[in-house]
């Protein structure tokens, strides 16, 4: 599959700097890391939470886990996770579980934690489980400030905001 037309028409329309890189298929966001020969905190997942008032998509390193109580409490929300059905229906243009980082291009707000600033590079799903997108730390902070993603450490232990 190649990326979905709207991540690279998002890509081209903001002017982002990014290359691809192929790997061998991958089940996993770990599985991708390795197979992709890059370290795993490098490597940005996007979990989908929803609650009564929508969608958010939340961006951290393959590395961690969400931790929707804090989450909930940062976002005055009451989050749990979206279905693979609704993820199949929001991002019918992606492979199951390939989510990019790329809210807006999808309608719906984001939230990225503050720890993902800490690589050099960063690596996220195009859309399919055969190939990621490389950018630099600078290029993918502006996306996120782009998408008006909000900033906030929400993976563990002491939040901030």
């Not at 969608?55 to 693979?84: C, D, F, K, N, W």
């Not at 502006?142 to 909000?150: L, R, V």
Request: proline content about 4%.
């Amino acid at each position: 599959m190649a990326i979905p037309s709207r991540v690279h028409e998002f890509m081209m329309e903001h002017g982002l700097r990014y290359d691809v890189l192929s790997h061998p298929h991958s089940h996993s966001s770990m599985d991708t890391a390795h197979l992709a020969r890059i370290p795993a905190s490098s490597l940005a997942k996007s979990v989908v939470l929803e609650d009564d008032h929508g969608y958010l998509m939340a961006v951290l390193p393959s590395t961690q886990h969400v931790q929707l109580g804090i989450l909930s409490r940062v976002m005055h929300r009451e989050l749990r996770l979206a279905s693979e059905s609704e993820l199949s229906e929001l991002f019918g243009d992606c492979e199951a579980g390939a989510v990019p980082p790329l809210g807006a291009a999808y309608g719906m707000r984001m939230i990225v934690d503050e720890s993902i600033a800490d690589q050099d590079e960063i690596y996220f799903e195009s859309g399919d489980h055969e190939k990621i997108i490389q950018m630099s730390r600078s290029d993918f902070m502006t996306m996120m400030d782009m998408e008006n993603a909000q900033r906030v450490h929400f993976t563990g232990g002491n939040w901030r905001h």
